[in-house]
């Protein structure tokens, strides 16, 4: 009970003590420090109050005047700059000795609406198509996030306005093993060879190569990548969907500092790169120059209407074998003027389809009147359609022609293998 007592005694006593703001001896000085402490933090805290107000205020406001307006050297006005950004999150940048303040967008303003949301998701499947293909997992996780921030009511709003879209993107499909470009993507971003098992095109057998991957990149209907073959001693294409197998070693090599993917596809027509520049010159009928003329198919065409009607399409492209697959789909209504080699080429892969349809037993013998038929009306979309969809050629564009056109002369790709 003693203890009791003695411990209520001093309980009051220090309370008392408190109550008349007298503190015992050995309180005093870590009181005065800790107020004196508290006086200063609170008076720093009002200047770096004021401090950002100016910068909102006065945007480019320099130091000196900074200084002058807190009643603080510049010194110090510098050191707060810094304690805005490392203690408070809040940035502040220097442009020409002015400082401006980095406003934070409101959450507000990352929200997507509902017609984002379609464009975004629209634009992501457009790449990924089916089956394994680079970037697909990086895309699904990025979607995710994109549904977790975005409310629920814009995502409601969102699958109702996707069904008044029907967005088609033709991707090539076909079966990658997920390994391969997982394994892609980690020796381009680490610089180091890969050993490729792969269905050569031109010989149609399985091969072993040896390569330095540059590049992925996507085009027209597929992925391909870029990348120097040591069998082959230069840069070629190969297409990931005739990847049968990849595996990433420990060899590491440097990419040329003269190598640009936009100077190796600067005058590609659609998907292969790295061809010789080439002027072509076509003459095409009245019946199709309008479908021809507005459409902006190259950055080099030029077209020049004729009198009659038609037009003078002008382009420079890589080689002449991947826009001879796109005239070809044009039949009689396209003429190439210039170079030889192409117009040859054309004359000669013209000749092999008539044969082939000439003597094909598989379906009803050609009428004569049909061959000699004009062009249906440019109203209606039966002949002109044809040509606009390219029907005519391979089925991804980037191969060779259609495989019942035998030629002469051997169809050669070009970078592709």
């Not at 004196?36 to 005047?65: F, N, W, Y």
């Not at 790295?274 to 080099?300: C, D, Y």
């Amino acid at each position: 009970m003693a203890g009791t007592k003695t411990s209520r005694y001093n309980h009051s006593r220090r309370v008392s003590c408190y109550n008349k703001k007298v503190l015992p001896a050995h309180f005093a000085n870590y009181y005065t420090h800790i107020k004196q402490l508290s006086e200063i933090a609170l008076a720093k805290t009002a200047l770096l109050i004021d401090l950002i107000e100016l910068l909102r205020a006065r945007p480019g406001v320099t130091i000196d005047t900074l200084a002058s307006n807190l009643g603080r050297s510049p010194r110090t006005v510098y050191r707060w700059l810094g304690e805005l950004h490392s203690e408070i999150g809040i940035s502040v940048n220097c442009n020409c000795g002015g400082y401006y303040l980095v406003e934070e967008p409101s959450s507000s303003s990352h929200n997507l609406t509902a017609e984002e949301l379609v464009a975004v998701h629209a634009a992501m499947c457009s790449l990924t198509g089916g089956g394994q293909t680079p970037l697909r997992s990086q895309m699904e996780s990025a979607w995710l996030k994109i549904k977790e921030c975005a409310s629920g009511r814009a995502l409601e709003f969102s699958r109702e306005l996707a069904g008044g879209y029907d967005i088609r993107f033709t991707v090539t499909q076909g079966s990658i093993p997920a390994h391969i470009p997982c394994a892609i993507e980690n020796a381009i971003s680490q610089r180091k060879q890969l050993h490729i098992v792969y269905r050569s095109q031109k010989s149609n057998k399985v091969k072993e190569y040896t390569i330095d991957p540059y590049v992925l990149v996507f085009r027209r209907h597929s992925w391909y990548m870029v990348a120097y073959s040591h069998e082959h001693n230069k840069i070629v294409m190969f297409k990931l969907l005739r990847f049968r197998d990849a595996c990433i070693t420990d060899v590491k090599f440097e990419m040329p500092r003269d190598f640009s993917v936009q100077d190796y596809f600067k005058y590609s027509w659609e998907a292969w790169g790295g061809g010789e520049p080439t002027l072509v010159r076509v003459k095409f009928s009245p019946e199709v120059a309008e479908m021809v003329a507005e459409a902006r198919r190259h950055h080099t065409q030029q077209v020049q209407w004729q009198p009659d009607g038609g037009i003078i399409f002008e382009a420079t492209v890589g080689g002449i074998h991947e826009i001879a697959i796109w005239l070809l789909g044009f039949g009689k209504e396209a003429e190439v003027i210039e170079p030889q080699r192409l117009r040859n080429f054309i004359c000669e892969q013209a000749q092999g389809m008539a044969i082939t349809y000439e003597t094909s037993d598989l379906l009803m013998p050609l009428q004569t009147a049909s061959s000699t038929a004009p062009l249906a009306d440019s109203s209606s979309d039966s002949a002109t359609q044809l040509a606009a969809d390219n029907r005519f050629s391979a089925d991804d564009g980037t191969d060779q022609p259609h495989a019942s056109s035998p030629a002469p002369q051997p169809f050669t790709l070009p970078e592709e293998v």
